[in-house]
Nanobody, 124 residues
């Protein structure tokens, strides 16, 4: 339905910051709620943050609330994840995903399109 490509990952020291970007193809980006998920080695994929079609509604996992900020620019077909005060436990592959829902959803099954992911490594 939509092609997603993440960028901005890398290696950062604990307490540092990174800004991830997810660029979407197509003409209907604004029809999708956009989410960020992450998967650490040997662990299940977990929800991180989601933003509604308009950008007016957001929701965050407790583990990142207050440190991460999700935003979107529909004119640029791009969603962002600003990550501050990074911790070693934030180390994971971060994936962008799109859900064709009017509000927000945390259900992974609702996200029909997924990017390849970008690696974030936080050293202690």
């Amino acid at each position: 339905q939509v092609q997603l490509v993440e960028s901005g990952g890398g290696l950062v020291q604990a307490g540092g910051s990174l800004r991830l970007s997810c660029a979407a193809s197509g003409r209907t980006f604004s029809n999708y709620a956009m989410g960020w998920f992450r998967q650490a080695p040997g662990k299940e994929r977990e929800f991180v943050a989601v933003i509604s079609r308009s950008g007016l509604s957001t929701y965050y996992a407790d583990s990142v609330k207050g440190r991460f900020t999700i935003s979107r620019d529909n004119a640029k077909n791009t969603v962002y994840l600003q990550m501050n005060s990074l911790k070693p436990e934030d180390t994971a592959v971060y994936l962008c995903a799109a859900a064709m829902v009017p509000g927000i959803t945390l259900r992974q099954a609702d996200f029909g399109s997924w990017g390849q992911g970008t690696q974030v490594t936080v050293s202690s």
